[in-house]
């Protein structure tokens, strides 16, 4: 057994490691200053309670990111000189961001240890690689994101430190074998285990989803398929998922190997990064596919968002999650005793809120952050839930899960197409123009403003804010706009 000892380190504040609603995220050249990682990671233990540290066991995993690997290793070491008892991590530094929701939330260790914490290392959707985008956040005991006052005494702890802990003479960990290394220290021992990636996450699926009735829908001559992973965690979930679980064949798989830099794209489903993807499924401004795949979806850097694509059809994330909630009791084993209720941020579309209102089901609206449904969850006040900005989730963990809304996805084609699969297909269009003619079509636009100066984005929001006193004004002025346009 390694011994090793704690260290305590000068340092002194950064200015902006204030967290966001998805944690704090700089570009890599930021965090591997002297102290800035280590200033926020002490910063978060000393917001924490001492019960969620000191003997606790905590997940230090990510998307795989660029520094992802050298931040474990900083993590790990500073863990144990904080007094945590044991430390988690996924083979390779890999799980996405529901698989660590879902290993805080179910995993069970052999001595009966169970998270009350995680590291999550990623930027999400934003690129990777040496001179772009890292990040990291910390989820609590319920798997979700730490809310606003957490969020809050961290960073009011990050304008104050003046010292860290690490056990700097502790060895660094072997993060491509699974199992356990065992040390000690001042205060006892410490271990660290190195567990399999995918296989708590399938476990979860599985008794979630039809497994088999979607292994029949992809094993049907007429049915294909197409799943790009976008070189980013979730393909450490999609051979063992897709092909060795549900029957797919490999060649449906695309950028499934997850990569520091996401091969050099911008790992964000949607119609303008998943060019591949879109290409493939006869959506491309090139020359169209002869015969593309029924179905096609992607997951982001972390594998929390998704997009969904029937053969050349493009589903909205706002109908998409009404889609999920209108079907989900018949499709979906999990939802069969009924949905507790359901939810959407404010940017999303009224798709679900009429959905709710149809089969009377509890409905709310929320600030953006994923968070805020979590409370409804723990509440047990939603089941189903998701944002204009490509992600959606259920109750079965507290985030936003992009293979979660694949499978989702495949249920209901394999629901809708039980007796079906020697005639013609119910398509992805199909149930989506069916659903419109249920419950009308719901349009909205999104606009993405990328590489933002953030000293201009904050003015011109205080601008906005500041019209809220006067929106009698503001609304008579654009009723003025609207009427000389006609």
């Known amino acids: 057994m390694v011994l090793f000892n704690v260290s305590r380190v000068e340092t002194t504040p950064f200015d902006g490691q204030k967290p966001g609603t998805s944690g704090l995220r700089k570009k890599v050249k930021v965090f591997v200053q002297p102290h800035y990682l280590h200033n926020f990671v002490q910063s978060t233990f000393n917001a924490l309670t001492v019960e969620k540290v000191r003997g606790a066991t905590l997940v230090v995993s990510g ?271 999990y939802f069969s005793a009924g949905l507790k209720g359901v939810a959407r941020s404010m940017p999303t579309s009224a798709a679900l809120d009429v959905v709710a209102k149809h089969l009377n089901l509890k409905f709310f609206e929320v600030p953006t952050g994923w968070k805020f449904f979590g409370n409804l969850m723990d509440a047990g006040l939603c089941s189903v839930c998701g944002e204009e900005s490509f992600g959606t989730g259920s109750d079965h963990i507290r985030e936003k899960d992009g293979i979660w809304a694949v499978l989702a996805w495949l249920s209901i084609l394999a629901y809708k197409n039980k007796d079906k699969l020697e005639d013609k297909l119910v398509t992805v269009e199909d149930i989506v123009r069916q659903h419109w003619a249920t419950y009308g079509r719901h349009y909205y636009t999104r606009y993405d403003y990328e590489n933002v100066d953030a000293g201009a984005a904050k003015e011109l929001m205080a601008y906005l804010v500041k019209l809220q006193s006067s929106l009698s004004e503001v609304n008579q002025y654009a009723n003025f706009s609207i009427l000389t346009l006609f």
């Open 63 to 333: 998307d795989g990111r660029y520094f992802s690997k050298e931040a474990i290793q900083i993590i790990t070491k500073m863990s144990a000189a904080n007094g945590v008892r044991r430390v988690w991590i996924g083979q390779n530094g890999l799980l996405s961001t529901p698989a660590v929701s879902a290993v805080i939330r179910e995993r069970v260790g052999a001595d009966g240890s169970r998270a009350t914490g995680a590291f999550i290392l990623t930027a999400s959707h934003n690129p990777g690689g040496p001179h772009e985008d890292f990040g990291i956040k910390y989820n609590m005991e319920n798997g979700g994101p730490a809310p606003e006052g957490i969020t809050d005494k961290i960073y009011e702890n990050t304008t104050t430190i003046n010292e860290y802990l690490i056990a700097s003479d502790l060895p660094d960990v072997d993060i491509t074998t699974t199992g356990v290394t065992s040390f000690t220290g001042p205060e006892g021992p410490f271990d660290v285990e190195v567990f399999d990636s995918a296989s708590d996450y399938i476990k979860l699926m599985k008794s979630i989803f039809d497994f088999e009735s979607i292994r029949k829908l992809l094993s049907s001559p007429k049915f294909t398929f197409c799943y790009d992973a976008l070189h980013g965690v979730g393909g450490a979930y999609a051979k063992s998922i897709f092909v060795d679980e549900l029957g797919a064949q490999e060649s449906s798989l695309l950028n499934c190997t997850p990569k520091e830099d996401f091969g050099g794209g911008h790992p964000d489903p949607n119609l303008t990064y998943a060019k591949e993807l879109v290409a493939r499924m006869g959506l491309g401004k090139s020359e169209p596919q002869d015969d593309p795949p029924e179905f096609g979806a992607a997951s982001d850097g972390d594998a929390d968002r998704n997009m969904i694509l029937g053969k050349r059809f493009f589903v909205t994330p706002s109908d998409s999650v009404a889609i999920i909630a209108a079907n989900a009791v018949e499709a979906i084993p």
